[in-house]
């Protein structure tokens, strides 16, 4: 379908063969704003780079100098807004989250489905264990035995801080 405003193309006969392609009006030319491939990948704003094979069935904006690009995840003020990443065993594996609440925002990691980090809005930092434990500016919560804290350069230990033994003991 096609008119002065607007193009949704097939391309059948060249290299792009079996895409769709989306184009848009812009200041009197029609440009591609979306394809989707053949293979099955979406790419938005008429992307013509290469993108990395293990992470291009979305691929978002161009390399127009000038122009910021990035993506916005909106989402209720009583609710969280999430990136997750899912496998074919589970469909929350890992995620970047942002947790609207008002008494309590904040930014956490999870991983292999549990929270590894959060970042709370008052900028405090807690790896490893329940946010809530501390309003420490940098927390590590680590289980018995374990090092909450290593500073390493190469592979010298310079610096080791051990949470607690089997005993308890700091």
């Not at 053949?38 to 904006?61: C, H, M, N, P, R």
């Not at 930092?125 to 946010?131: P, S």
């Not at 919560?141 to 080791?160: K, M, P």
Request: net charge negative; with cysteine; proline share 1%.
């Amino acid at each position: 379908v096609a008119d002065s405003k607007a193009l949704i193309r097939m391309d059948q006969l060249s290299s792009t063969a079996g895409e769709l392609q989306f184009h848009t009006e812009s200041g009197g030319t029609l440009t591609e704003r979306l394809r989707i491939t053949s293979t099955g990948e979406i790419k938005q704003y008429g992307f013509t780079g290469t993108s990395d094979t293990s992470a291009d069935d979305l691929v978002l904006g161009n390399t127009t100098d000038g122009v910021n690009r990035g993506i916005t995840i909106w989402s209720h003020s009583s609710q969280n807004g999430s990136l997750v990443f899912a496998d074919n065993d589970s469909n929350f594996r890992g995620a970047v989250q942002y947790i609207h609440n008002a008494s309590a925002e904040r930014m956490r990691l999870l991983v292999a489905g549990d929270e590894r980090l959060v970042i709370t809005s008052g900028g405090e930092v807690n790896i490893g264990g329940n946010y809530t434990q501390t309003t420490a500016p940098l927390s590590v919560t680590t289980n018995a035995n374990d090092y909450g804290i290593r500073l390493q350069t190469g592979s010298n230990v310079v610096c080791e801080i051990l949470n607690n033994d089997t005993a308890g003991n700091s």
